[in-house]
């Protein structure tokens, strides 16, 4: 997640700003605009020096009554720098400057990863977990026989045909369910074959 910026507006009276005297940080980060009264403007510019690592969608936000804004600073190279934000509101009624210090960003991200790992079937398993105790890997009984989970379905579906055609006592009904039993023992005829 990255770092945010709180800015208050209009929280004691209109145009107001409230910003903290610094941020640090190492990567891209959010300006949140906390707007305490009425819709207005808030004026956002990055000096020299941070413009030269980091961007702005835009620099003129209209921020709603009595919401909050978010507005993306993105940092393209990360190398330190130390700059500064200039906030302004009421159309440069109120400004106020935040100092940004971006630093290197720690490197501690990195995974290493085990040689065995990007062989099949490398790296340790605990063979108790799979209930196998010999090492000898185990197929799934699906994948030994996939006719079972056809079978499981199509008894279930021939059930639910005579079901259906024992409830509504109908002779169209009860033909589907023979279409149904048929189709059924044809699929399991061919998948066993």
Known sequence: MPDELYVDVNRRERNSLSVPAAIETDDS???RVRNHGNAGRVHVHLDENLSAVASLDETNHYVEANSTQAIPV?????EPVHGKIKLSAGYGATTR?????LTE?????TVEVDESLAEPGGGERDGDADGDTDGASTESILTDRPELPVLALGTMAVAVA???????ESGLVAAGAVVVFVAVLLAGYLLVR
């Open 29 to 31: 980060f959010v300006i």
């Open 105 to 109: 960003p720690d490197d501690t991200g």
């Open 74 to 78: 993105s940092v393209h190279e990360h």
């Open 97 to 101: 400057w935040v100092d940004v210090e």
């Open 162 to 168: 005579v079901g259906a055609a024992t409830v509504f």
